[in-house]
């Protein structure tokens, strides 16, 4: 990389952006090749006269783009962004597979949507109905939403002894919409929104679109610390906290029920609304309370059907004191441009004829065979996961970094998400895990093929892989 600078003269928007939309067109015409290291941020905001941080927000861009992998402590490297054909020593199994949303030749370990179990048969089967019955609903924007919408998002979010009412629910497009109409509907731009460390990222980038800042939350093996809760609370003044209790996203750590009570105590302290996400806790038989149960009068409850039905069918729910729940559906409709009618009728059919039940049954069992798999093929390794749920959270044995690992199974045809993909901001925390998910392969043996290449590569460790090969 001696001697590049970035051509920022041409493209418009804020500098980061232009910055990181020079860097990818450098990447695509070959002047920056994969695997090369760009250079340090402070080096680059020198060398263009801008600053450390706009430069990061560049590479962070850049990040989420999936053209580059960093490493703290390392620098941030170039990705290989096309597809080489399979090499002589990957497994057997892996040969031809190709599912139709991956990159080719690769396997896709880097997605939790509900395996695929025959659900098409049953949903096109609604469709075609709803489609006969509803014509004129579909040829015209959703105004009003019936009864049987609310009714359905009350007993699909239905955990344990949590029985949220239907005047409680707003239906959504998913869990993702649900999440981010709560942010923009109950916060301002510059408030803080709280987040753990690690945790689904997508929702603290998202927020930081909208203008809301970002502040993190310390963690341990039984969720968020309370104390720093409180420490942070007093310190920032946020006004939400997006976290996930049960099963989280992706170290699959569950609070326990007086940790929530701690957390819910200083939330209504320091006034702060709560966001929990359920969407992994309705996979499971935990039967610990909802932290909802403990502050009812500050805490939205989301989930869908994503991870458990179809991620194709958009299908989600959030539970909400009745005070918010009419700015969260307004602000969900501006922010998506309203719920469609055949989607939402879709996912309430499925839920009200109980066959959304009983595909998640089908999904849960299927997951559970391939989690007995991965359990005996990595057996030793310091491996976290969890019945029922589709994805593991595998410590990398020394001297493995995380983003090392990612790129290693790339180049032998699985992909798998390293720990940058679940930072919320920046941290200073390095973890050297990685999380992988088994739902998407369609077949057994793709799962088995997939796991025998990470379980060779932690075999064999960094002295068998040359990124350079």
Known sequence: MTNWLPDL????????????????????????DAGAKLPPQRDL???????????GRAYQLLRERGLVSGEVGRGTYVLAQHAEAPKPDVEPSLQGTRPIDAPSGKLRFDSTAAPDVGQGAVIADILARTAQEHPHDISSYTRDFPERWYEAGSRWLARNSFRPSPDSIVPTIGTHAAVMAAIAALTMPGDYVLFEHLTYSQIARS???IG?????????????DPEDFERVCAQKHPRMMFLMPTAKNPTLVTMPAERRQAIARIAREYNVALIEDDLYGELTDDPTPLLAEYAPERTIVAGGLSKSVAAGVRGGWLSCPPAYRHRIRVAHKMMTG????LLAELGTRLVLSGQASDIRKRCIADIRLRLALVRETLAGFDLRSRDNVPFVWLTLPDPWLSGTFKKACLEHGVLIDDEDEFKAGRSEQVFHSVRFGI?????????????????????EGRAGYDSFS
């Open 207 to 209: 927020a930081g679109l």
């Open 9 to 32: 003269s041409a493209g418009a928007g804020p500098l980061y952006q232009r910055l990181a939309d020079s860097i990818e067109s450098d990447i695509d015409k070959g002047v920056i």
């Open 45 to 55: 905001a020198y060398d263009i006269g801008t600053t450390v941080g706009t430069v």
């Open 439 to 459: 739902s998407q392969p369609r077949q057994s043996n793709d799962v088995a093929g997939g796991v025998a290449v990470i379980r060779r590569l932690l075999d």
């Open 212 to 224: 809301r800042r970002i502040a993190l939350v310390a963690s341990d093996e039984q969720g968020i």
């Open 338 to 341: 309203g719920l469609p009618f």
